[in-house]
């Protein structure tokens, strides 16, 4: 039987249990993030996402010294496009669709600067990064054996868009049977009216996709979790 804490959640405590928890961390990359990048071309505030570094970088540290398993994902395409379908390539503004030249390379293609994840949040030798081509994390990706092969059944979801890539994650992983829990604080969205309702829906009807609590009751959880002999 594993170790379980109660992590004080929307709409209920959630569990943490030891050995079966994986810390997910979606497309926290330049592209979407840095001042100048693809993101911020289009118009949009990367501040609102930026705002999730510090505690996000918190619950890195309280996650991995827990033991718990970390995930990196980024979206992005193979330089020759070739897994990027017509409908998503062909939409948004020419000059700034995905494998435009951008500020940092060329936009969402594998290998380029823009894509990498930021440096605040690099991930660590033996963390996983999957590569996903869709917006959720499961589709066309390795993730799902990847977790069975860990018999991890709890997510811990962070990362950006709360609307976009971390809504459509926590719903392929809600139906495919894990736990998700995502942590407010450590998501963004560029909309704050997006951010808001986006966490609403996630626990609305009982928690109809999932639980939301923020870090001050996930950190002080994965410290309890820590503090638990093997
Ligand atoms: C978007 C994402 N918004 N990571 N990607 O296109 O949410």
Request: proline residues 7%; charged residues 20%; hydrophobic residues 40%.
């Amino acid at each position: 039987m594993n170790h379980t804490v109660d992590v004080p959640a929307e709409p209920s405590s959630f569990p943490l249990v030891a050995g079966r928890t994986a810390l997910i961390v979606i497309d926290m990359q330049r592209d979407f993030l840095l001042p100048g990048g693809f993101g911020e071309s289009l118009g949009n505030d990367v501040g609102r996402l930026l705002k999730v570094v510090p505690p996000l970088a918190s619950l890195f540290a309280a996650a991995r010294a827990a033991g718990v398993m970390v995930v990196h994902t980024r979206e992005g395409h193979q330089p020759d496009l070739s897994d990027c379908p017509p409908a998503k390539l062909n939409r948004g503004t020419p000059s700034k669709r995905i494998g435009d030249p951008g500020r940092y390379g060329r936009i969402l293609i594998r290998g380029e600067y823009g894509h990498d994840i930021i440096d605040e949040l690099a991930p660590i030798d033996g963390e996983i990064v999957i590569d996903k081509p869709g917006k959720g994390a499961f589709y066309a990706t390795s993730l799902s054996d990847v977790l069975t092969e860990a018999g991890i059944t709890q997510l811990l979801i962070t990362g950006v868009t709360t609307e976009v890539c971390v809504h459509t994650t926590t719903r392929e992983a809600n139906d495919r049977g894990y736990q998700c829990l995502v942590v407010s604080d450590c998501v963004g969205s560029y909309f704050p009216e997006f951010q808001r309702v986006g966490l609403e829906m996630i626990k609305a009807q009982g928690g109809i996709f999932g639980w939301v609590a923020d870090t001050s009751s996930v950190i002080p959880a994965l410290a309890r979790l820590s503090s638990i002999p093997a």
